[in-house]
T-cell receptor
């Protein structure tokens, strides 16, 4: 079993939709949770990070962490075609402090 | 502020050869991490360097080695290349003013081993 599981999709939504991206993880020591966006043939771009459980909002993006169920989510409101990319979740903490463990990534397409 | 840069952008090698990839960290960042990303997969942690010392290593064999220089730039060396080493190699840096987990990635070096 991978430490971070993520549905690879692909996920296709119309412009303006609310997108929900999800990951589960197995390592109870994880304290930091990150979401990255990766455009084709580019490096990952840090979107948001959260520490421990809770919500964090940044513009159209909201990250949620539920440590009791080991579930992390990213919501994108008013999705735009420019949001079309691969979204990667990652966790870190405990003995893997400073090391990011990534999910497989979810391919998102927002069509006009 | 200059972001993370990597060179070369693309590289083709044959099995058994050796390769050196280079990374310049973002200004003010003193920690550099290297990741391998196979096609269709998430990045996998190779190792991290802090103050020129290896500061953690993932499940990669010893033929993957690295260096960090006093200016915080870094190299990844891979010896005895295998076909499965074909991947995008990513370098990420993090600032001493924030958690090491907030890592900023470069564009990557795409390595093809034939």
């Amino acid at each position: 079993q991978k430490e971070v599981e993520q549905d690879p999709g692909p996920l296709s939504v119309p412009e303006g939709a609310i997108v929900s991206l999800n990951c589960t993880y197995s390592n109870s020591a994880f304290q930091y949770f990150m979401w990255y966006r990766q455009y084709s043939r580019k490096g990952p771009e840090l979107l948001m990070y959260t520490y421990s459980s809770g919500n964090k909002e940044d513009g159209r993006f909201t990250a949620q962490v539920d440590k009791s169920s080991k579930y992390i989510s990213l919501f994108i409101r008013d999705s735009q075609p420019s949001d079309s990319a691969t979204y990667l979740c990652a966790g870190s903490g405990g003995t893997s402090y400073g090391k990011l463990t990534f999910g497989q990534g979810t391919i998102l397409t927002v069509h006009p | 502020e200059t972001g993370v840069t990597q060179s070369p952008t693309h590289l083709i090698k044959t099995r058994g050869q050796q390769v050196t990839l280079r990374c310049s960290s973002q200004s003010g960042h003193n920690t550099v991490s290297w990741y391998q990303q196979a096609l269709g997969q998430g990045p996998q942690f190779i190792f991290q360097y802090y103050r020129e010392e290896e500061n953690g290593r993932g499940n990669f064999p010893p033929r993957f080695s690295g260096l960090q220089f006093p200016n915080y730039s870094s190299e990844l060396n891979v010896n005895a290349l295998e076909l499965d080493d074909s991947a995008l190699y990513l370098c990420a840096s993090s600032s001493p003013r924030g958690p090491q987990e907030t890592q900023y990635f470069g564009p990557g070096t795409r390595l093809l081993v034939l």
